[in-house]
């Protein structure tokens, strides 16, 4: 089972849907997790840090549950803009040596039609 | 300069030469990373440093070297180029404790190797 695993996609919703991607990690050592946002041939960007109490930033909804080892990213009232591919991150201290290293998961790719 | 610079942004390179790519930041980031992402299979992490004056060992090494003279820079060297070195590479810091998350991404250097 790979280290941080996520739906492919892609996902096609119209302007204003609520969609929602999951991510599921493999090693329960993981520590932070994360959620980044990468655009076409541009690079990854931080788009929030994912809470074990669940957190929220104007339309993006992140929540974590350790349980099942899994986070989940909500984005509601979808824009064109979001249009992108997002990167679920896990930071697994100590892994392999480097110090808090971050897996990345493949992306789940997004797409908002008008 | 603002966050990171890489060079070149593009490259086109014959098998068996040696290449360079050159990583700047102005951060004073303790951390920095270097990354290939391939289609497919995501982000893989090459060579890490924690601080000036070490580095280790990523997912994805062999082929790769890489030093850290100073803070400042993370240059990434291919001895001897093969196809399969044909990717998109970034370069990224972050501060010394890495659990925030946050890696700084630069550009990408994207390199098709013939």
């Known amino acids: 089972r790979k280290e941080v695993e996520q739906d492919p996609g892609p996902f096609n919703v119209p302007e204003g849907a609520t969609v929602a991607f999951n991510c599921t990690y493999s090693n329960s050592a993981s520590q932070s997790f994360f959620w980044y946002r990468q655009d076409c041939r541009k690079e990854p960007k931080l788009l929030m840090s994912?809470?074990?109490s669940g957190n929220e930033d104007g339309r993006f909804t992140a929540q974590l549950n350790r349980a099942s080892q899994y986070i989940s990213l909500l984005i509601r009232d979808s824009k064109l803009s979001d249009s992108a591919t997002y990167l679920c991150v896990v930071n697994i201290r100590n892994y392999g040596g480097s110090q808090g290293n971050l897996i990345f998961g493949k992306g789940t790719k997004l797409s908002v039609k008008p | 300069i603002a966050g990171i610079t890489q060079a070149p942004t593009s490259q086109i390179l014959a098998a068996g030469r040696r290449m360079t790519l050159r990583c700047t930041q102005d951060?004073?980031?303790?951390?920095m990373y270097w990354y290939r992402q391939d289609l497919g299979l995501g982000l893989r992490l090459i060579h890490y440093?924690?601080?000036?004056?070490?580095?280790g060992k990523g997912e994805v090494p062999d082929g790769y070297s890489v030093s850290r003279a100073n803070t400042d820079d993370f240059p990434l060297t291919l001895a001897s180029a093969v196809p399969s070195q044909t990717s998109v590479y970034f370069c990224a810091s972050s501060d010394s404790h890495g659990v925030t998350g946050e890696l700084f991404f630069g550009e990408g250097s994207r390199l098709t190797v013939l």
């Open positions: 951060m004073r980031h303790n951390a």
């Open positions: 994912v809470y074990s």
């Open positions: 440093s924690n601080t000036a004056g070490t580095t």
